[in-house]
């Protein structure tokens, strides 16, 4: 009898754009997903392989357990078997709050935490008494921030004013405000002399109140007449009423009202740390817990492995196997208390894979989102180097990739194509990389990295001097302007301290495209995302007499069935959710009066039903031709004015953002790993939009990673050599055919490829 092969079965996939795929998905093996942005790999993998199997899962708790977890409805597809647990790693940026570090993510802080309560010396109490939440260890000088906020008389008083030609510039205490007014009627104070004219007794009295041991009155005039009140002084007035309380519940000032007359500084009590100085006294080994967390990642697998008392032992054991992945994704420059909002992305997603490797379970199915995306070559080489252990493990590894690197050491690739959106949706190629052939990503492999022998001639520059930002040592250099630069090096080294800090703020006018995402919505299209659907409306308006608001189906022309969402969820109790499309609108989102109304032959549903190619020879009026030019420009003709944005992949979406901003007609555009999400042949469209702004007279910065951009650029700074402490250093300035002759790791990396090529 046959062996039956264990593999993933999914047949009839009709998810978005998916034309009934049928796949067979061996398991055990390293799968790369590749093809355009938009042809149809998330769908596949995220919307109908990783949507069902945590579908099924569910069903194994109790209903009243499940109704609390996340639903999922059943895919589009007729037979779906053989899946395994998911573990999903997405793209999306880490989320949390502004006070998230390293530590608390990986879920190492806890540990430290337990560690410092069980064998740190003086011994304190419990592990929660080292939160700063934690009333006993959180610092009573700052309340726990870290900074004190005191109030900054030069800010605050006017000495060249009166009082009632507003000398107090904090609103409450200025004529506006009753306390203001009681200032000018009690007696105390003359109203029209300026505060640079009052006597030393007068003034002291007026900033800080009585002397000790006096008290002072002043009678407040009231409606029932004049009613004494005591006069405690300015500076205690404000630092009680708006220091010292919970801003948030006073209507009339904000957190800023407050800070633009204060001045914040390092609390001395807990040196910033936010704790307790009792707590900052124990300590491990001469450390307490900040200076612990303080530590490079390999200094503490130092400190934890010194550890021999067998209960700290045991808990130190567990840190470190959290610790050591980190430092295995070559993270090992990082702290615990380095805050997450400050990563690189290529750090952030290092952080996220590091997160999930922990696990001894096997017979998993590991989904990677572009694990690539913000990796320098040299880091991709890790990557690869994990995601082999993963399978050795005995786990599916499914990867959504464009890296070619990555593709290069797949198992299996499944190619979706052939074009993006309603021209994608099918398998181009399923099989080895040996057998890929005349497809996007087959001409990819074979593309030959060109380096620019002819970069345009440099006239001018953007100067940086001196500056110390995070891990940038004292570092001055020369950006070239008019031309198209590229800023390298590995994560960590200091790339977005330069660019998206010091440059910004020394060129404010500088036009930025980040790697945020755009707040995605099932109600926001692409027309309404790039601000051309308020146009849409008025045309309608102008042509029927009909108010604007009755051609949004945000308002007054939604379908009243729907309520303009296109569709029906009925609330079916405890079994799984089910998404009906409209039967009154037919998923159109409008109600049937608005349908009735038409411009040039079209009533609005037909309109957004347009491509971008076709809305290009529709459309007369030059403010909405602009702006459609300016998606087909970065490759996103094939996509309809009324696409939901929710519904758009990772590379439609940086896609859609850079054109947001290509409408500006900015000088300096400073750009963000623009690659990321985009396979190669979008590159080269994305690489055209560049050279073709630079041609019309702007600076276009890139900080990249990618070998095609950095090739294709007149100038290129590289920083480094390495993360954290052993980055923030300008190793290389010059073209990128400078870097051929270069030892720097992204020259090894661009040698590599002239050398090799992709065969």
Same mark, same amino acid.
Not at 80 to 97: A, K, T, W
Not at 320 to 346: A, F, N, P, W
Not at 488 to 495: I, L, R
């Given at each position: 009898m046959s062996e039956i092969k264990d593999e993933i079965i999914l047949r009839g996939l009709k998810e978005n754009n998916l034309k009934n795929v049928d796949l067979n998905i061996p398991k055990e093996k390293i799968i790369v997903f590749t093809g355009l942005s938009g042809s149809g790999k998330s769908s596949v993998v995220f919307d109908t392989l990783a949507t069902e199997s945590r579908r099924q899962m569910t069903l194994n708790y109790p209903l009243y357990v499940r109704n609390q977890m996340p639903?999922?409805?059943?895919?589009?597809?007729?037979?779906?078997?053989?899946?395994?647990?998911?573990?999903?790693?997405?793209?999306?940026?880490?989320?949390?709050?502004?006070?998230?570090?390293?530590?608390?993510?990986?879920?190492?802080?806890?540990?430290?935490?337990?560690?410092?309560?069980?064998?740190?010396?003086?011994?304190?109490?419990?592990?929660?008494?080292?939160?700063?939440?934690?009333?006993?260890?959180?610092?009573?000088?700052?309340?726990?921030?870290?900074?004190v906020v005191t109030p900054d008389l030069n800010k605050m008083i006017d000495y060249e004013k009166s009082l009632r030609d507003y000398a107090v510039k904090f609103k409450p205490l200025s004529p506006s405000g009753w306390q203001g007014r009681w200032m000018m009627t009690g007696g105390l104070f003359d109203p029209d002399k300026p505060i640079k004219d009052y006597s030393e007794e007068k003034l002291y009295l007026l900033l800080y109140g009585p002397r000790e041991g006096e008290r002072v009155y002043a009678p407040f005039h009231t409606k029932h007449g004049p009613q004494n009140h005591e006069w405690d002084g300015l500076l205690p007035r404000f630092t009680r009423l708006y220091i010292n309380r919970d801003i948030s519940k006073l209507k009339e000032v904000s957190q800023d009202d407050v800070l633009a007359v204060s001045t914040e500084f390092l609390c001395p009590t807990c040196q910033g740390s936010g704790l307790n100085p009792k707590v900052l006294e124990c300590r491990i080994n001469g450390l307490n817990i900040v200076?612990?967390?303080?530590?490079?990642?390999?200094?503490?697998?130092?400190?934890?492995?010194?550890?021999?008392?067998?209960?700290?032992?045991?808990?130190?054991?567990?840190?470190?196997?959290?610790?050591?992945?980190?430092?295995?994704?070559?993270?090992?420059?990082?702290?615990?208390?380095?805050?997450?909002?400050?990563?690189?992305?290529?750090?952030?997603?290092?952080?996220?894979?590091?997160?999930?490797? #922990?696990? *001894?379970?096997?017979?998993?199915?590991?989904?990677?989102? /572009?694990?690539?995306?913000? %990796?320098? @070559? !040299?880091?991709?080489?890790?990557?690869?180097?994990?995601?082999?252990?993963?399978?050795?493990?005995?786990?599916?590894?499914?990867?959504?990739?464009?890296?070619l690197s990555v593709i290069k050491v797949a198992d299996e690739i499944i190619e979706m194509g052939p074009g993006a959106g309603v021209n994608g949706g099918e398998v181009v190629y399923q099989g080895k990389l040996e057998g890929l052939d005349n497809s996007p990503t087959a001409t990819a492999l074979n593309h030959k990295l060109k380096i620019n022998k002819n970069p345009r001639a440099i006239k001018s520059y953007f100067t940086i001097n001196r500056v110390s930002n995070n891990n940038l040592k004292n570092?001055?250099?020369?950006?070239?302007?008019?031309?198209?630069?590229?800023?390298? #090096?590995? *994560?960590?080294?200091?790339?977005?301290?330069?660019?998206? /800090?010091?440059?910004?703020? %020394?060129? @404010? !006018?500088t036009i930025m495209v980040g790697q945020g995402g755009i707040g995605i919505s099932n109600r926001s299209t692409l027309a309404t995302y790039m601000g051309i659907m308020d146009d849409i409306r008025a045309i309608f308006s102008k042509e029927t007499g009909q108010p604007a608001g009755l051609f949004s189906f945000n308002s007054a022309g939604a379908c009243p069935i729907c309520k303009g969402k296109g569709v029906l969820t009925p609330d079916v109790a405890f079994a799984d959710p089910v998404t009906i499309p409209c039967e009154a609108c037919g998923g159109t989102r409008y109600s049937d009066e608005v349908l009735s109304y038409q411009y040039q032959e079209k009533n609005v549903i037909e309109i957004l039903d347009l491509t971008i190619d076709e809305a290009i020879k529709y459309f007369k009026m030059p403010k909405i031709i602009k702006r459609v030019h300016t998606l087909k420009d970065v490759g996103l003709g094939y996509l309809t004015l009324g696409q939901t944005t929710s519904s758009l992949s990772g590379g439609e979406i940086q896609r859609l953002k850079l054109a947001s901003h290509l409408q500006k007609e900015g000088q300096i555009y400073l750009l963000d790993e623009p690659s990321l999400g985009l396979h190669t042949e979008d590159n080269e469209k994305l690489l055209d939009v560049f050279q073709n702004l630079v041609n019309r007279g702007n600076s276009v910065i890139i900080i990249e990673h990618n070998l095609n951009f950095i090739a294709a650029s007149d100038w290129v700074i590289e920083l480094g050599p390495g993360g954290g402490k052993q980055g923030g250093q300008i190793i290389l300035v010059g073209t990128p055919e400078k870097m051929l002759n270069a030892e720097t790791l992204t020259a090894k990396w661009l040698k590599d490829r002239v050398r090799k090529h992709f065969t």
């Open positions: 639903r999922y409805e059943r895919p589009q597809a007729d037979l779906m078997q053989n899946l395994s647990p998911v573990v999903v790693v997405e793209q999306r940026p880490i989320g949390g709050n502004p006070r998230s570090t390293v530590g608390t993510y990986m879920d190492i802080n806890p540990l430290i935490r337990l560690l410092f309560s069980r064998i740190g010396k003086p011994s304190i109490g419990s592990a929660t008494d080292f939160l700063i939440q934690n009333s006993f260890g959180r610092c009573p000088e700052c309340g726990g921030f870290g900074e200076e612990y967390d303080g530590l490079e990642l390999p200094e503490i697998l130092e400190e934890l492995n010194n550890i021999k008392e067998p209960m700290g032992e045991s808990i130190a054991q567990q840190a470190i196997l959290h610790v050591k992945q980190l430092v295995d994704m070559g993270l090992g420059y990082l702290s615990l208390s380095r805050k997450i909002g400050t990563l690189s992305g290529g750090e952030a997603q290092r952080v996220k894979i590091a997160r999930h490797l #922990g696990s *001894s379970l096997n017979n998993i199915t590991y989904i990677f989102d /572009e694990p690539s995306a913000g %990796l320098h @070559p !040299e880091e991709v080489d890790m990557l690869i180097q994990m995601l082999r252990r993963l399978k050795d493990q005995h786990n599916t590894v499914i990867v959504i990739e464009h890296n570092i001055s250099v020369n950006i070239p302007k008019n031309v198209l630069v590229s800023i390298c #090096g590995v *994560s960590g080294s200091g790339k977005s301290s330069l660019m998206l /800090e010091v440059f910004t703020e %020394l060129y @404010p !006018e």
